[in-house]
């Protein structure tokens, strides 16, 4: 198969099974079935995932640089335009909250009430425990 193939994700389904475990990985399909056995994390690992986008499970992970470029050699082509994802590294998840020009306008407040409230705290307590 060249590696400029075009899968859809059923193909890759389809296809992979435990003799030729097939996964995708940011859009990329991977035929792992040669590398089952020096998979460091071991074979059941790909297993898991054969016929899968293995993505969030590979990024997860943390894999090295090394690993990366390993990977090229088991490329066998892509996901048609039709399954394609978003890359994992393009992929961000939205702000809980947003700083506006607003709120930074106000951290002031953030330091100076409570400072305030502090020295009239130790100014009561110096009146009425002073002796």
């Known amino acids: 198969m060249a590696a400029d193939k075009k899968f859809t994700l059923a193909d890759v389904q389809e296809t992979s099974n435990p003799n030729k475990p ?38 997860d992970v943390g894999h090295s640089g ?3 470029e390993m990977m090229q050699k088991y490329k066998i082509g892509e996901l ?13 998840e939205k702000p809980k909250f947003e700083v506006s020009e607003t709120d930074t306008s106000s951290s002031w407040t953030a330091w100076i009430i409570p400072a305030a409230l502090a020295i009239a705290a130790t100014v009561i307590y110096k009146f009425l425990f002073a002796k």
């Open 22 to 59: 097939l996964l995708v990985i940011d859009n990329v399909v991977y035929d792992v079935t040669t590398f089952m056995n020096e998979h460091p994390g071991g074979e059941e690992v790909l297993q898991e995932q054969q016929g899968k986008d293995a993505t969030e499970a590979f990024e």
């Open 66 to 68: 090394d690993a990366r």
């Open 80 to 92: 048609a335009d039709s399954d394609r994802q978003i890359p994992f590294n393009a992929r961000k």
